[in-house]
């Protein structure tokens, strides 16, 4: 598991990939903090990561990207950990456009 806070390849991407998935990286992105945790068999392992690096609950969004998909396909708003009633985000979409747009902007500054 990794916590990047600088830009890494869509090839560098695509190594990390083959630990678990293959095809499919899963990630938690700190929208608050600008960071993305990735390389884990489960999305809440990268959740305790972003906790125990001090990110808050409330800012973490569970997302996967598919490192040889160039199209809007590239990254994927699905994850058990964005089922939250208390935040009106009752499914595992992320359901606000503002927070789906807020992921994408740190995904794209972070993965090129």
């Given amino acids: 598991m990794i916590?990047?806070?600088k830009p890494i390849s869509r090839e560098q991407l695509a190594e990390l990939a083959e630990n678990f998935y293959g095809d499919m990286i899963k990630g938690v992105v700190d929208i608050d903090r600008g960071k993305l945790a990735l390389d884990a068999e489960l999305h809440s392992d990268l959740e305790r990561l972003l906790l125990e690096d001090g990110s808050e609950q409330e800012f973490l969004w569970g997302i996967n990207l598919?490192?040889?998909v160039d199209d809007e396909d590239f990254l994927e708003f699905d994850s058990l950990i964005n089922i939250r009633p208390r935040q009106n985000n009752r499914s595992r979409y992320v359901?606000?456009?503002a927070i789906r747009e807020a992921i994408?902007?740190?995904v794209e500054s972070l993965i090129q």
Avoid: H, V
């Fill in 66 to 68: 598919y490192p040889e």
């Fill in 95 to 97: 359901e606000d456009a």
């Fill in 104 to 106: 994408k902007n740190l």
């Fill in 3 to 5: 916590i990047l806070q």
